[in-house]
């Protein structure tokens, strides 16, 4: 009998910053994750162009 079992779980989302709107995404594999910010061709951070600062 093998003492753990790894489930397969991937998920893949975006998250934005409330304050800034900066765009983020994040990634989870397993029991791995990584999160990185979303940039322009350029290598500008990419901002929610719905976003709008309170």
């Known amino acids: ?9 991937k998920v893949t989302k ?3 910053d409330n304050e800034t ?3 983020y995404m ?3 594999e397993g029991y791995g994750a990584g999160l ?6 350029e290598g500008n951070p990419l ?3 719905n976003f709008k600062r309170q």
Do not use: A, P, S, Y
């Not at 009998?1 to 779980?9: I, S």
């Not at 990185?36 to 061709?41: A, G, H, L, R, Y």
């Open 14 to 16: 975006v998250i934005r």
């Open 26 to 28: 994040f990634q989870q």
């Open 47 to 49: 901002v929610d162009k």
């Open 1 to 9: 009998m093998k003492r753990f079992t790894h489930k397969e779980k």
């Open 36 to 41: 990185t910010v979303m940039v322009d061709q």
């Open 21 to 23: 709107g900066i765009l």
